[in-house]
């Protein structure tokens, strides 16, 4: 009699299904609470991120705390009017902070450490500013500019590039400084998210530059109007030193195309010539030093400058199609974009240093005779100082007597 073989089941099959089932149970669990996290849970973008370094942007309004009318002739003359140039800077560069530490719901206690940082800040960003902006400005050509319309509409223009230039790296020094941040890094959220540097010059920036564009364009025309409507006779004591002749051309294009095709064309060269002086302008300043000390009379004189400019343009070319592609702008364009360019390599070559050269020679001949004819020991000395780093009071202080 035989006995039946019974089967054992395979224990360790079994064992491994289960552990295979919980590891799937897990896994899924897992992936669930990520999916959660990252897509479900508010601020879940910024789990990682430290909930002291996040800003959560808000809806504001913003609002210039400037006088674009006074600002113009301000920008038009930025060495006559320095005091209001600064204080212009400042409330410029307070209202594009104010907006951000708006735009980022900042508490009224750190809004007030913004303004307080930023006052900090203040005095060299405006000579920053300032010495860039005097720079880029062709501040003797005001007569040429307002001529051609665009004296008040260029000095907004170097506004933009120079703010522009600094407004980041304000922004971003006084935020990294009363604001803790990761790495160096403020983090925010909401609606069409943008660094705070970029909420300054998009938000704030461009519209003060845009209503400034056009109260300048109103400003520039009347200008150019009152030119004709009035004669004016000054007496100007100048020492002119240097004269430049040049001759330039330019050659404009005009295209216009229906469906890809060109169906008219206009074609402008313009050539000029160009007659620029350079020299002094005495009545600015001029002082005359005697120190029987010491024995030298010294001769002061202002910084040179352009005295005149005169362009003389000639149309070489004038074909226009029969859609008349070219106005009366593209002629006043491109006179203007000659007259720059004179003035731009005479700035640029040495003229200026030759015209010190110059005036130190004549000076020399005009006063040494009459200085050695009052004493054989006395000696000439002719030096040269800019007119606007000298205070009103001091012209008339001669300290060696």
């Known amino acids: 009699m035989s006995t039946p073989i019974q089967h054992r089941p395979n224990q360790p099959n079994e064992r491994f299904n289960v552990g295979r089932l919980v590891v799937f149970f897990l896994a899924a669990g897992l992936l669930g609470f990520i999916v959660y996290r990252y897509y479900f849970s508010d601020g879940s973008n910024y789990t990682n991120i430290p909930q002291e370094v996040q800003i959560k942007y808000v809806p504001s309004d913003f609002k210039a705390d400037i006088d674009y009318d006074n600002a113009l002739p301000i920008l038009a003359n930025p ?6 140039f600064d204080m212009l800077i400042h409330d410029f560069n307070l209202s594009l902070l104010t907006h951000v530490a708006n735009r980022m719901n900042l ?16 005095p060299y960003i405006q000579k920053l500013i300032f010495n860039d902006f ?8 005001s007569l040429y500019n307002s001529w051609y319309q665009n004296q008040m509409t260029g ?11 600094y407004t980041c790296f304000l922004i971003n020094q006084i935020l990294g400084t009363l604001l803790p941040t990761q790495e160096g890094k403020i983090f925010v959220k909401g609606e069409r998210v943008d660094t705070p540097c970029g909420v300054a010059l998009t938000e704030a920036l461009q519209p003060m530059i845009a209503r400034l564009k056009e109260r300048a364009t109103v400003q520039d025309f009347t200008l150019s109007k009152g030119i004709l409507q009035e004669r004016v006779e ?18 404009t294009s005009k295209q216009t195309k229906v469906l890809g095709v060109d169906v008219s064309s206009t074609e402008m060269e313009m050539s000029a010539i160009s007659i620029l002086k350079v020299g002094f302008k005495l009545d600015k300043f001029f002082e005359v030093n005697l120190s029987s000390k010491s024995g030298i009379v010294t001769v002061t004189l202002p910084e040179p400058e352009i005295l005149s400019h005169e362009v003389y343009p000639r149309i070489d070319k004038l074909d226009i199609g029969w859609m008349r592609e070219i106005d009366q702008a593209d002629f006043n364009k491109n006179m203007d974009l000659l007259r720059r360019e004179f003035r731009r390599e005479a700035l640029e070559s040495d003229v200026m240093e030759k015209a010190k050269k110059r005036a130190i020679e004549l000076m020399d001949t005009m006063m040494t005779p009459m200085i050695k004819g009052m004493n054989g020991r006395y000696e000439l000395k002719v030096r040269f100082k800019s007119v606007t780093n000298v205070p009103t009071e001091e012209k008339q202080v001669r300290p060696d007597k």
């Open 107 to 122: 508490s009224d206690s750190l809004k007030l450490r913004v303004r307080a940082e930023y006052e900090n800040h203040h």
């Open 79 to 84: 060495e006559r009017y320095s005091r209001e």
């Open 234 to 251: 000054k007496t100007i004591a100048e020492l002119g030193t240097m004269e430049i002749r040049d001759r330039k051309g330019i050659g």
């Open 134 to 141: 005097v720079a880029m400005r062709d501040s003797s050509s």
């Open 155 to 165: 000095a907004v223009d170097v506004l933009n590039e120079v703010a522009s230039k």
